[in-house]
């Protein structure tokens, strides 16, 4: 700004002294720094693998004769031990660091899914070493998935875009992950699906180790026992009503609606149009988790929570669809809208428990988080069954279109989850 006793016609100017240089102030790193890049890769990597597993697991086990039950209990036992281990996994992710613990988890996992790889390809493994494999995998997946949560704040200055690139890429390496397995059964055996798995987890773990996170002040905390840790960590849970609210909504949502979703949609699909069109349906989903990510990238609402509910009425789309028996043409519209819409509120809920839980309790409450919607949609999807044959299953999808216009309901009706804002310099 020029001073005003140099404006005038003739008159003396002076030359001020130069200001000092004031470095600027301290902060986050942009998006794409070093430790994003590798942290984005290392997700990139692990959930293409992830997407690979349910297809090698069903190729090896039901084209060796194997009963179809045998594929769900393999799947059971990763679903199993990550739900009962996930809150442990929270507590040393806070008390250890989330880096060192996931780099541990994808270390446990890279030899489990190595060993399969040589079982199929040698022959038929017996059953137990099968489950018991996939159980290591649950274990270092509840290992590993709490400090997702808190990495993310810690790397980029921009949480919600960090979160709405990373649902991206998920959702295109979900959609990769099976398409690759399906190509390497054409081109080798199943042995070749477990062995690509397990590399993506010496990936994950090298890019892991090769980031360079500077160390927060709790991290040198006196930390206190295991049991300790869980109940601070229930109460920083408790003292937010925003939190648990959502969370105690999410779990009915997971066992009414979203649980028995997943279940009677391969089921309908596949029975009135066959598995090549539930095939389509799964990848225009994905390709609909995508846009909703990268809605999530141009959007900032004031009131991250509120604007995720509000997306959340595309969800019983889909139901409405399905349960009214739509063509495929209408089916696949329901599916893209409701990824859309899951994809955002998923964002919007991410980056709203990132910014406004304490870091040193994040990875707790990531896992509270967790555990509560896996437990209950695991519920959801076997009671799904029985409950479809009692009544048909059309009935408990529109049923279920209309207990998650319910839920959005819920969530605005909650005071405290409405008028949640944006953290301050989000």
């Known amino acids: 700004m020029t001073d005003k006793r140099t404006d005038k016609p003739g008159a003396r100017t002076y030359k001020s002294a130069a200001a000092p240089r004031i470095p600027p102030p301290a902060g986050p790193p942009p998006l794409w720094n070093r430790d994003f ?4 890769t290392a997700r990139a990597v692990a ?7 349910p297809v090698g697991l069903a190729a090896g086990l039901l084209d060796d004769g194997r009963p179809d039950s045998t594929v769900g209990y393999a799947l059971g036992a990763w679903i199993g031990t990550f739900a009962l281990l996930v809150l442990v996994g929270g507590v040393l992710a806070d008390r250890f660091s989330a880096r060192r613990m996931m780099i541990i988890a994808d270390l446990l996992r890279l030899p489990g899914a190595a060993v399969l790889a ?3 390809t040698a022959g038929s493994p017996p059953l137990w070493s099968v489950y018991a494999l996939s159980a290591l995998s649950g274990v270092g997946a509840a290992l590993f998935q709490p400090g997702v949560a808190s990495t993310i704040p810690r790397i980029a200055a921009d949480v919600q875009r960090a979160n709405a690139v990373l649902r991206v890429v998920e959702s295109l390496m979900t959609m990769a992950g099976p398409a690759l397995a399906g190509l390497l059964l054409v081109l080798w055996d199943v042995g070749a699906v477990f062995a690509v798995d397990a590399a993506t ?8 180790a090769l980031m360079r996170i500077p160390a927060a002040a709790h991290d040198r905390r006196k930390r206190g026992s295991m049991r300790a840790e869980l109940a601070l960590g229930w109460r920083e849970f408790t003292e937010r009503t925003w939190l648990w609210g959502v969370i105690v909504i999410w779990t009915g949502y997971g066992l009414t609606v979203a649980g028995p979703m997943v279940t009677l949609t391969a089921t309908v699909v596949t029975g009135e149009h066959g598995s090549t069109a539930y095939g389509l349906l799964m990848a225009v989903s994905g390709a609909g988790n995508a846009a909703g990510g990268l809605l999530a990238l141009r959007l900032r609402p004031r009131r991250p929570l509120a604007a995720g509910a509000v997306a959340l009425l595309g969800l019983p789309v889909n139901l409405y669809l399905l349960g009214t028996g739509a063509p495929v043409g209408w089916l696949a519209a329901g599916q893209f809208v409701t990824g859309a ?3 955002f509120w998923l964002v919007m809920w ?3 428990v990132q910014t406004h839980v304490p870091q040193e ?10 555990a509560g919607s896996l437990l209950m949609m695991a519920a959801g999807r076997a009671l799904a069954g029985p409950v479809a044959e009692a009544v048909g299953a059309e009935r408990v999808l529109l049923a279920g279109s209309g207990l998650a216009v319910l839920v959005v309901a819920a969530l605005l009706l909650v005071r405290p989850i409405r008028t949640l804002g944006r953290a301050q310099g989000v």
């Open 37 to 40: 890049r590798l942290f984005f």
């Open 47 to 53: 959930v293409l693998g992830e997407g690979m597993v």
């Open 118 to 120: 040589i079982a199929f």
């Open 201 to 208: 987890f010496g990936v994950s773990a090298l890019c892991l």
């Open 341 to 343: 819409a899951f994809a």
């Open 350 to 352: 991410s980056t709203s």
């Open 361 to 370: 309790a994040l990875n707790r409450m990531h896992a509270y988080d967790v």
